[in-house]
């Protein structure tokens, strides 16, 4: 079983800054893969940005830029640094792992950016 626990968000002014963290505990395979996905009212969950334990990642062209995802293979944590917020990044932010070809996600941290 595989657990991920998520921090960092908030209510923040356009043009500010965020730093999500999502930490995955359990039995956790070495090669994986962990990402930052985002789901707005009414709108589809979709990627943000996802980043393999080899360090190969992957950006949505709206973040490219602006937000950075990180991981400390060590301490199975992934965290993504948002800078320059835009209303449009409003979402509830979805934390997952893909380990042995398996998805699990975290609950969700709610990010508001008031304009």
């Known amino acids: 079983q595989v657990q991920l626990v998520e921090s960092g968000g908030g209510l923040v002014q356009t043009g500010g800054s965020l730093r999500l963290s999502c930490a995955a505990s359990?039995?956790?395979?070495?090669?994986?893969?962990m990402g930052w996905y985002r789901q707005a009212p009414g709108k589809q969950r979709e990627l943000v940005a996802s980043?393999?334990?080899?360090?190969?990642?992957n950006y949505a062209d709206s973040v490219k830029g602006r937000f950075t995802i990180s991981r400390d293979n060590a301490k199975n944590t992934v965290y993504l640094q948002m800078n320059s917020l835009k209303p449009e990044d409003t979402a509830v932010y979805y934390c997952?792992?893909?380990?042995?070809?398996?998805?699990?996600w975290g609950q969700g941290t709610q990010v508001t950016v008031s304009s």
């Open positions: 997952k792992i893909i380990n042995f070809g398996a998805n699990y």
């Open positions: 359990g039995h956790i395979f070495s090669i994986n893969t």
């Open positions: 980043l393999t334990s080899y360090g190969s990642s």
